[in-house]
Nanobody, 125 residues
Framework: QVQLVESGGGLVQAGGSLRLSCAAS????????MGWFRQAPGKEREFVAG????????YYADSVKGRFTISRDNAKNTVYLQMNSLKPEDTAVFSC??????????????????WGQGTQVTVSS
């Protein structure tokens, strides 16, 4: 089993930046594809970004492309989400997740087995 702990959320003005971190337990972090998802009030959880096992491949939702960057440090068992040019519509609970179904970046939340508790990101206008 993998435990994930997110940090770095908070309140920021529109146009600002935040960097989220997700620390994972265990010694097999580099064997997992990692994803970031978000859930806004009254909406379903949606895919934001994903990164392959080595970090060589990434994938982004259209809504964040060019503004968010996902990265990972396998030596530190940590995945990051750098968020720039934040907009009020980015307000949500952001969660990281683990997928062990091969080295493929899935966008469906059903392909991710372990989830963190989430961290709140609030962007004021």
């Amino acid at each position: 089993q993998v435990q994930l702990v997110e940090s770095g959320g908070g309140l920021v003005q529109a146009g600002g930046s935040l960097r989220l971190s997700c620390a994972a337990s265990g010694r097999t972090f580099s064997s997992y594809v990692m994803g970031w998802f978000r859930q806004a009030p009254g909406k379903e959880r949606e895919f934001v970004a994903g990164i392959s096992r080595s970090g060589s491949s990434t994938y982004y939702a259209d809504s964040v492309k060019g503004r968010f960057t996902i990265s990972r440090d396998n030596a530190k068992n940590t995945v990051y989400l750098q968020m720039n040019s934040l907009k009020p519509e980015d307000t949500a609970v952001f969660s990281c997740a683990v997928s062990s179904y091969g080295d493929y970046i899935y966008r469906s939340r059903s392909m991710y087995e372990y989830w963190g508790q989430g961290t709140q990101v609030t962007v004021s206008s």
